[in-house]
């Protein structure tokens, strides 16, 4: 089963993609991480990662150039695991591609995409102590996100994370159980 975590930047996809990971022994690809990794072989140029998520030109060249790109890599990825393992079977595991920037790639990957989405005011709190961001930096970030409203809206689950780690992780539990039995 392969999922996508999906959500604006502070929602709390890294809370339960861990928490996933750590309970349900799924593996899990970071579209973020990729990206980044790929932005590191100089290869693609587009300032500091953090410009990237206030300048919607940047975000345009890294959706048109890098996207393909980190998709095919995680298609890849799969499949290498799938063939390295003939016995696994992927309704059997769980498959976790987070991503805070989706795309249409992500969606056709993904049996089901779920969206983490907190309050604005929780986000700009978290933001400010985890990344030391000022409420002028998260506004322009989470602004700049808007093109991605799209994809948000297309998840097929959404989860609110209104309270603390451990509500979040209750709820992707209650989540992940249900799609798991669901599958079963």
Same mark, same amino acid.
């Given at each position: 089963?392969?999922?996508?975590?999906?959500?604006?930047?502070?929602?709390?996809?890294?809370?339960?993609?861990?928490?996933?990971?750590?309970?349900?022994? $799924?593996?899990?690809?970071?579209?973020?991480?990729? $990206?980044?990794?790929?932005?590191?072989?100089?290869?693609?140029?587009?300032?500091?990662?953090?410009?990237?998520?206030?300048?919607?030109?940047?975000?345009?060249?890294?959706?048109?150039?890098?996207?393909?790109?980190?998709?095919?890599?995680?298609?890849?990825?799969?499949?290498?695991?799938?063939?390295?393992?003939?016995?696994?079977?992927?309704?059997?595991?769980?498959?976790?591609?987070?991503?805070?920037?989706?795309?249409?790639?992500?969606?056709?990957?993904?049996?089901?995409?779920?969206?983490?989405?907190?309050?604005?005011?929780?986000?700009?709190?978290?933001?400010?102590?985890?990344?030391?961001?000022?409420?002028?930096?998260?506004?322009?970030?989470?602004?700049?996100?808007?093109?991605?409203?799209?994809?948000?809206?297309? $998840?097929?689950?959404?989860?609110?994370?209104?309270?603390?780690?451990?509500?979040?992780?209750?709820?992707?539990?209650?989540?992940?159980?249900?799609?798991?039995?669901?599958?079963?």
């Amino acid at each position: 089963m392969v999922l996508g975590i999906i959500g604006k930047i502070g929602s709390g996809k890294s809370v339960c993609v861990e928490y996933i990971e750590k309970n349900y022994n $799924a593996i899990v690809f970071s579209c973020d991480s990729i $990206a980044k990794e790929l932005m590191a072989s100089g290869k693609y140029e587009y300032g500091k990662s953090e410009e990237i998520f206030t300048n919607e030109n940047l975000q345009e060249k890294c959706r048109n150039e890098l996207h393909p790109l980190v998709f095919d890599r995680i298609n890849k990825q799969i499949k290498n695991i799938l063939n390295k393992n003939n016995s696994m079977n992927f309704n059997e595991h769980i498959v976790i591609i987070e991503s805070a920037l989706p795309s249409k790639a992500l969606f056709d990957m993904c049996d089901k995409v779920i969206c983490i989405e907190s309050d604005y005011n929780l986000k700009t709190k978290l933001l400010k102590e985890k990344r030391g961001y000022n409420i002028e930096k998260t506004k322009k970030i989470y602004d700049s996100q808007k093109y991605y409203e799209k994809f948000y809206d297309m $998840a097929d689950i959404k989860i609110i994370n209104d309270g603390s780690k451990s509500d979040l992780e209750k709820k992707i539990k209650e989540v992940i159980d249900e799609i798991y039995f669901i599958c079963k």
